[in-house]
């Protein structure tokens, strides 16, 4: 089959790999339909992430083309989604929820500590293999474990772009606004612009906030999430302390109820950001996290989505400690939310595709993760047809 096949920092190609095989009798092997670009595939092709060859893609639907033997819910022909995170769905965590710890996905790097190189989290599919080693969806074929617990059957009648993003940037953008405990009636600031920031504003309308805002460095995503969420923007583009005062401006000098980092680690960095992350051995940077503390309320919670591999020096834990905030953040219990917001879809209450800028056949990969990762032709989102 063809594949989408990270070989270093800056390189993936298009490349003929074998096909996928049932290896347990609860995986299905599913012919991929779409797949898309997730800004977390930035950080492997970065380099930022280390990484051997492999299939990357955690965006990914399509329609079953065998079962194992185990497989209860599923038979040839379904056209289903998958969420991200590769979860047994019968552990102490899967049993709560939170399966992107699950205990048994992630057999040789699994562990308690959490640590930068050792004892990850459960298997991510297409993402290290530090998460599991498992080939992703960036393939016209991909085996799915734990069939039973993970891919959910699709109305017929919508369309592929419809329901992709239920995979990940939905429900992740959803998690931020679910762990910022939004009832109805809150300021919400989002910082990033890009799919999951989009999809965060999209999220914070649903639960009833009374404010969206969103920040970037970058005016076209800022238009795209104002034309998409119908949210207040603020440009990112005289330092942090800037943004923050206007987000004060805006809520009566309390600051937001609710900030959500969906940047992480690398966002646009000046010299001297640079030159700090070089000193203390760090990868890229914690700035938009430090903002999102200063912008948020007293009391207030900071839900962070964007990735944070490594330790950081200097993390302001006197602000967290004096201004009674609320931290979360780790990877998105898709598996929690999918069906929920999959009945938002197909009852009209939310359109996902709006934020697509870029749909092109998979043959064009290595453009395709150009243009996302520089954010050159209006480049928000990018969805490839395997076929193609």
């Not at 639907?61 to 969420?83: C, F, N, Q, W, Y």
């Not at 990850?120 to 991909?142: E, W």
């Amino acid at each position: 089959m063809k594949a989408a096949v990270i070989h270093g920092p800056g390189s993936i190609k298009y490349d003929t790999v074998e096909d996928p095989k049932i290896i347990a009798q609860d995986d299905i092997i599913l012919k991929v339909t779409s797949t898309a670009i997730c800004g977390s595939d930035l950080h492997i092709y970065s380099g930022a992430m280390p990484t051997t060859p492999m299939v990357l893609g955690h965006e990914f639907m399509g329609i079953v083309e065998e079962t194992g033997s185990a497989v209860t819910h599923l038979k040839r022909g379904d056209r289903v989604v998958v969420p991200f995170p590769i979860a047994c769905g019968n552990c102490f965590f899967c049993n709560h929820d939170v399966p992107g710890n699950c205990e048994h996905s992630n057999p040789e790097h699994y562990g308690p500590e959490g640590g930068i190189l050792t004892e990850k989290g459960g298997a991510l599919f297409g993402y290290t293999d530090l998460y599991g080693g498992y080939d992703g969806g960036q393939a016209q074929y991909v085996r799915v474990p734990y069939a039973n617990y993970g891919p959910r059957v699709v109305p017929e009648d919508l369309s592929d772009e419809q329901l992709l993003f239920l995979t990940d940037i939905f429900p992740t953008g959803y998690t931020g606004v679910d762990w910022g405990e939004v009832k109805g009636g809150e300021t919400v600031a989002i910082f990033g612009s890009g799919p999951v920031g989009i999809m965060a504003a999209k999220s914070a309308w649903l639960r009833g906030a009374a404010q969206v805002i969103v920040v970037d460095t970058l005016r076209f995503r800022l238009d795209k999430a104002k034309a998409t969420a119908g949210c207040t923007t603020i440009l990112w583009q005289n330092g942090p302390k800037d943004v923050v005062e206007q987000i004060r401006s805006l809520t009566n000098g309390r600051g937001a109820d609710v900030c959500i980092d969906a940047v992480g680690f690398e966002p646009d960095r000046n010299l001297a950001d640079r030159i700090k992350a070089t000193i203390n051995f760090e990868k890229g940077s914690t700035k938009v996290l430090e903002a999102c503390m200063s912008a948020v309320r007293r009391s207030g919670i900071v839900s962070v989505l964007g990735v944070y591999p490594v330790n950081y020096d200097n993390f302001p834990i006197g602000q967290f400690f004096d201004k009674g905030i609320i931290l979360k953040g780790g990877q998105a219990p898709a598996h929690k939310h999918i069906d929920k917001l999959l009945e938002y879809v197909v009852q009209g209450k939310v359109k996902l595709e709006d934020i697509i800028t870029h749909r092109l056949p998979l043959s064009e990969i290595s453009h395709a993760y150009d243009i996302f990762k520089k954010r050159e032709d209006g480049c928000v989102k990018v969805v490839l047809d395997p076929w193609k």
